[in-house]
């Protein structure tokens, strides 16, 4: 089955710095790949996703990055705000059935 | 809209006692499942559903039940809970059954075996 794994574990970034997540999958199938902003107490929150026939896609001040060949993809968060301040969580299709394979997540702290 | 309603928030439990987590959701979504949520594990998948009627394993089924009587509800029924059940669990629905799209959580049920 397909494997996600995250790193690093934690990332601490001073506040308007950027903050770069990577993830690598292993099956070569999987072609959506989401990220998740989980805050304290909450349920994880869909971000942004990618599918596999783009290499790049933003919104405002994030972004997701894609390398096919390498199996990895990486969440990018420029001028990072306390309120970035979360876990993220990335995913990767497996299979059929819209089914997901989670990392394990990254805590990230913004520091003021 | 409501979204993904999970209930209760938190509850404990005796070790050998069941209880039903319920799960709805008000969007028309297809797709619904289970995560537990577990310290250094991530979100690990316990059953699925692609519609009313059928439903499947995930990655982590043992001492779970579920089913899937209408578009909207998904109960997890713990039939004689376990200390090792002692977790987080959200619930998930996405619109399509086939194609890629994302989830939308609810915000989880605190469940702790005693």
């Known amino acids: 089955g397909e494997n996600v794994e995250q790193h690093p574990s934690t990332l601490s970034v001073q506040e308007g710095d950027s903050a770069v997540i990577k993830c690598t999958y292993s099956?070569?199938?999987?072609?959506?790949f989401p990220w998740y902003k989980q805050e304290l107490g909450k349920g994880p929150q869909l971000i942004i996703d990618i599918r596999s026939n783009v290499g790049e896609k933003k919104d405002q001040r994030i972004a997701v990055t894609l390398n096919k060949t390498a199996k990895h993809f990486s969440l990018h968060i420029t001028e990072t705000q306390p309120e970035d301040s979360a876990v993220y969580f990335c995913a990767a299709s497996m299979g059929g059935n819209n089914r997901l394979a989670f990392g394990k997540g990254n805590q990230v702290v913004v520091i003021p | 809209n409501a979204g993904v309603t999970q209930t209760p928030k938190f509850q404990v439990l005796k070790t050998g006692q069941s209880m039903t987590l319920q799960c709805a959701q008000d969007m028309n979504h297809e797709y619904m499942s289970w995560y537990r949520q577990d310290p250094g594990m991530g979100l690990r998948l316990i059953h699925y559903?692609?519609?009313?009627?059928?439903?499947d394993q995930g990655e982590v089924p043992n001492g779970y039940n579920v089913s899937r009587s209408t578009t909207e509800d998904f109960p997890l029924r713990l039939l004689s809970a376990a200390p090792s059940q002692t977790s987080v669990y959200f619930c998930?629905?996405?619109?399509?059954?086939?194609?890629?799209?994302?989830?939308?959580f609810g915000s989880g049920t605190r469940l702790t075996v005693v």
């Open positions: 559903s692609v519609g009313a009627g059928i439903t």
């Open positions: 099956d070569s199938a999987s072609n959506y």
């Open positions: 998930a629905s996405s619109y399509s059954t086939v194609a890629n799209y994302g989830y939308t």
